[in-house]
């Protein structure tokens, strides 16, 4: 007969084996993950120091502005949007080495491209692998990360981005600083900018070659009936009992469906309508856009040059609002699983509605200067709004990458249910995408015609709509496990 010395004993015995999470595998996996992530940024960036040489080997003036960004984005839609399904059909990792081998193609055949024509199809491959990588890495790492930190892992995935960013803009300055400039020959008779995208090359090939050495999700390996495999997998994450334990919540959570996961499952057949949970996804994903964050991304320079900044002051900027940018998400990631996504969101929604305000009034009390040799007209403010200006838009940064801009990539990947998770992702990402496009491809139109001040206060009115949104739709997913997520 069992002694209760010795039933604590065995108690004590199953609790510490529970407790053995490999914290520096689920961490390595993660940060492979993310590579994703910098390439993401890096292919963003990129763009930005090649524009001079591609307009002369093409002899086109609007290569990197226009259309030309915005088409990109086109192939991030349809990346994120294929992806998503296809990730049920053939694995999250699976979809992460297809993305890794799209970021080489693109690389090196935006460098060796020789006409207007061929560069656009680069990289809009390259915007197919942006898109996939955009979606499959927070989704891959909510499948494989423990439940407490989940959040700050996953938020890793926008500090990438940034370094993605940063490590394309410095690489792009040393490489002109090399040969002085981006239309000069390099090396092997080829000019600057084609090496500035073939730089691209180095992280694309640690990333394709890293992904092997990773497991694929152990939720899509359980969907797929391969429950060993996933026990395998889950074992050298959590430990022997727990590994066991979640196949078994993953399998039961799956069973309740019976069949495999189709875009038929965000319809609600009993209630005749589309699920709720896939309306807060598009929501999170279109108001992450709709609040204008990528105008400060896309167009800074050309922002703070029309309000009277001269280049090299535009610039620096720039390289503020990029360093804000990373202390901002680093604050993010220790605040994600302590107090919660919908608290972020929030406080980031509340802080840029004011913020977007301020630059609002600030732009309102500007008028408009002809220049005396061009005649071109621009927006002068005076040192006072100018100043409030710059201090409020990036106060508005701040706010977009602590709270909307790393949260809405961790909630798409662990709101949905493990059913319509790879689906859900597929809709949410293309809605993301559009919204990008959309805001990209309006803000040059805006500026010439209703002027910032107008443009702005629609992005005012975006971030103000997103609190009420925040408040009344969006549910806590802090702390709970992905088998509990619900329709």
Same mark, same amino acid.
């Given at each position: 007969m069992l002694n209760w010395v010795d039933f604590l004993d065995q108690t004590l015995t199953i609790l510490k084996t529970e407790e053995k999470v490999n914290n520096l595998y689920v961490v390595g996996i993660s940060l492979v993950a993310t590579l994703g992530g910098f390439l993401f940024g890096f292919d963003s960036g990129v763009i930005n120091g090649t524009v001079d040489g591609l307009q002369v080997a093409f002899n086109a003036e609007d290569i990197g502005s226009g259309f030309n960004v915005a088409s990109m984005l =086109? @192939?991030?839609a349809a990346g994120a949007f294929f992806a998503g399904r296809l990730s049920d059909l053939y694995g999250r990792r699976s979809m992460l080495i297809v993305s890794a081998l799209f970021f080489i193609v693109s690389a090196f055949g935006s460098g060796i491209a020789t006409s207007s024509g061929e560069f656009i199809v680069y990289r /809009? *491959? @390259? @915007? *197919?692998a942006v898109g996939a990588a955009s979606v499959m890495a927070p989704a891959y790492i909510s499948e494989i990360a423990p439940a407490k930190y989940r959040g700050a892992l +996953? !938020? /890793?995935q926008q500090i990438a981005i940034v370094l993605g960013l940063f490590f394309s803009f410095l690489s792009n300055y040393e490489l002109v600083i090399f040969s002085g400039s981006s239309k000069n020959v390099l090396w092997w008779d080829y000019e600057t900018w084609r090496w500035m995208f073939w730089m691209e090359l180095v992280p694309a090939a640690v990333f394709l070659i890293s992904l092997f050495f990773i497991p694929e999700? %152990?939720?899509? =390996? #359980? +969907?797929k009936q391969k429950q060993s495999k996933a026990e395998q997998v889950l074992s050298k994450l959590y430990g022997a009992v727990v590994g066991k334990r979640k196949v078994a919540d993953i399998d039961a959570s799956l069973a309740k469906d019976g069949h495999? %996961?189709?875009f038929k499952d965000l319809y609600d057949k009993v209630k005749g309508k589309v699920k709720p949970i896939v309306w807060v996804g598009i929501g999170l994903a279109v108001f992450q856009q709709f609040v204008g964050i990528n105008v400060v991304f896309y167009y800074g320079a050309v922002l703070w040059q029309a309000v009277g900044f001269g280049e090299s002051d535009a610039l620096l900027i720039n390289v503020l609002s990029g360093a804000l940018s990373i202390v901002a998400v680093v604050i993010a990631l220790l =605040? #994600?699983?302590? /107090?919660?996504?919908k608290p972020l969101l929030l406080i980031g929604s509340i802080g840029m509605s004011v913020t977007l305000a301020l630059v609002v009034i600030a732009f309102t009390s500007g008028s408009l200067v002809a220049d005396p040799v061009t005649g071109e007209e621009s927006l002068q403010l005076s040192d006072a709004m100018g100043m409030l200006a710059l201090i409020a838009a990036n106060a508005y940064v701040v706010f977009f990458n602590a709270s909307w801009g790393p949260v809405m990539w961790v909630m798409l990947g662990e709101m949905f249910p493990n059913q319509i998770r790879g689906v859900g992702l597929a809709v949410a990402g *293309? +809605?993301?995408?559009g919204a990008n496009f959309l805001v990209t491809l309006t803000f040059p139109v805006l500026l010439g015609s209703a002027g910032l001040a107008f443009a702005y206060s =629609?992005? !005012?009115i975006g971030a103000i709509i997103s609190i009420f949104f925040v408040a009344k739709y969006v549910y806590e997913t802090k702390g709970k496990e992905l088998e509990e997520m619900t329709a």
């Open positions: =086109l @192939g991030c /809009i *491959l @390259g @915007g *197919l +996953a !938020t /890793i999700s %152990p939720r899509y =390996l #359980v +969907a495999k %996961p189709s =605040l #994600v699983d302590k /107090i919660g996504r *293309l +809605a993301q995408w =629609l992005y !005012t």
